[in-house]
């Protein structure tokens, strides 16, 4: 069966401070991947979404990056984080060949900027 | 612009009072209405997809409908385990991901 791991659960960070978030889905090849996040009030906002190795497509200009460097692999990063990037990130998969069908969530990783 | 809103954002039920909640939307030619269940601090769980009007899903005490503008996710005799947010989403007209309504969070007292 397939499943879906991020890590880290939880991270505080400074502002200014990098970010990196890490994301891999096991027991299915050629996922398509995508990132949201979720801020209270606002519901899910998707941030980048990916095809392939190293596809990466951004919905929302932003101080985030994505990179896709392996098939089942996929890394949220910011180079200097701001207050405004606090927030629970999450990682979802769907199989590729398929133009819609439901998204499967990872747990998330809830970042609080200081 | 495609969009998704759901209501109410807050519903508050005493053990086996019966409800509903409601998601419309107004992108066209959908393809497909997914429902989810979200418990606190963890990601999106799937429920149901329904694709075209008239279709109903259920499961347990559960059951997701469909029209051509909005879909119901009804609860019948709900206990406090199905205390949760529940969030749906469709497919914008153009795009690979989905689009999600804010979410009604359910809270269920005994």
């Known amino acids: 069966s397939q499943t879906i791991h991020q890590w880290p659960a939880t991270l505080v960070q400074p502002v200014g401070s990098p970010l990196s978030l890490e994301c891999t889905v096991e027991?299915?090849?050629?996922?398509?991947l995508y990132w949201y996040r979720q801020a209270a009030g606002r519901g899910l906002q998707l941030l980048f979404y990916?095809?392939?190795?190293?596809?990466i497509s951004s919905e929302v200009p932003q101080n985030l990056s994505a990179s896709r460097p392996q098939d089942r692999q996929f890394i949220l990063s910011s180079k200097k984080l701001l207050l405004s990037d606090s927030g629970f990130y999450l990682c979802?998969?769907?199989?590729?060949?398929?133009?819609?069908?439901?998204?499967?969530f990872g747990e998330g990783s809830r970042l609080t900027v200081l | 612009e495609d969009q998704v809103t759901q209501s109410p954002e807050a519903l508050r039920l005493q053990e086996g009072e019966s409800s509903s909640l409601n998601c419309s939307y107004t992108?066209?030619?959908?393809?497909?209405l997914f429902w989810y269940r979200q418990d606190p601090g963890k990601g999106p769980e799937f429920l149901f997809t329904?694709?075209?009007a008239g279709e109903e899903k259920e499961k347990e005490r559960l059951k997701a409908t469909l029209t051509k503008k909005e879909s119901f996710l009804h609860i019948t005799a709900p206990k406090p385990e199905d205390s949760a947010t529940y969030l749906c989403?469709?497919?914008?007209?153009?795009?690979?991901?989905?689009?999600f309504g804010k979410g009604t969070t359910l809270s269920v007292s005994s």
């Open positions: 027991g299915t090849s050629n996922p398509n």
């Open positions: 992108v066209s030619g959908l393809r497909g």
């Open positions: 979802a998969w769907r199989v590729r060949r398929e133009d819609t069908g439901e998204l499967f």
């Open positions: 990916s095809v392939g190795i190293g596809q």
């Open positions: 329904l694709y075209s």
């Open positions: 989403a469709v497919p914008p007209e153009a795009g690979t991901a989905l689009i």
